[in-house]
């Protein structure tokens, strides 16, 4: 394949697995460099780091929760040093189902810590770059559908995150930076999707009723990447992936 982003920078935000290590592989494969972003998992969070290489770019590992500012903080001032600027910020990392998180931690990770962390490396993104924020059809159409009460915090969440973002486009313009929107339906393999069918088995059964085939991690990096990547598409553009209508999901 053409390297056609090379000399580019990207950080990856949630890149030690799924969808972030997809991304962080796709980016390398068009020659940019990559910041791979990484809350816990080191070892994954090098793997991916060693494919990038092996592709020949160049990776930094970042080891930073991101919903904490300090370290948010000095992955901006890391990044800085190593690169000097970025081109491409693609805001993976998301949660809220995790058990041993207080009620009001998908708030503080998809809404709160989305924009501390556009704060800190906005300076660093080149003008004509692109800010990607990265959701499910679940949390995009959040208020328009039922959802599982499994994932309701989760999308609630992700869908503040997302209307914060997008009232933010103007500030954006104005440093040359488009932020782009990019939706999934359910994801195969992905950790969410594996968690909402053990809670929810007909959720599965239902989608691949209808659409017999989800889309999988490397057809929703591939539509984040051409997303990123398009300039065509204007600010605030939202791009979906996979089956938009969605029916009602009844709540255990």
Avoid: W
């Avoid at 959701?135 to 999308?155: E, I, K, L, P, R």
């Amino acid at each position: 394949m053409k390297k056609s982003l090379a000399g580019k920078m990207v950080l990856v935000t949630g890149a030690s697995r799924g969808i972030g290590a997809a991304i962080a592989r796709l980016f390398a494969l068009r020659g940019a460099d990559v910041v791979i972003n990484y809350r816990s998992k080191v070892q994954r969070a090098e793997d991916v780091a060693r494919q990038v290489r092996e592709l020949g770019s160049q990776a930094l590992l970042m080891g930073v929760d991101i919903t904490d500012q300090m370290a948010v903080e000095r992955m901006a001032n890391e990044t800085r040093e190593a690169f000097g600027k970025l081109d491409f910020l693609v805001l993976n990392a998301s949660g809220g189902m995790e058990k041993d998180k207080p009620p009001s931690y998908p708030m503080e990770l998809n809404l709160h810590a989305q924009l501390r962390t556009v704060d800190a490396l906005l300076p660093l993104i080149n003008s004509g770059g692109c800010i990607v924020f990265v959701t499910s059809h679940v949390a995009h159409f959040c208020g328009q559908q039922a959802v599982a009460q499994a994932y309701a915090a989760v999308a609630e969440s992700k869908k503040a995150g997302e209307l914060a973002l997008l009232a933010r486009v103007p500030e954006f313009n104005e440093h040359g930076v488009r932020l782009v929107v990019v939706s999934g339906d359910m994801i195969e393999g992905t950790i969410t999707a594996k968690l909402l069918e053990r809670t929810y088995p007909e959720l599965g059964v239902e989608r691949r009723s209808r659409v017999r085939v989800l889309p999988t991690i490397e057809e929703f990096a591939e539509a984040i990447v051409s997303a990123a990547t398009d300039p065509s598409l204007p600010s605030g553009h939202v791009k979906l992936l996979g089956e938009v209508t969605q029916r009602r999901v009844v709540e255990k």
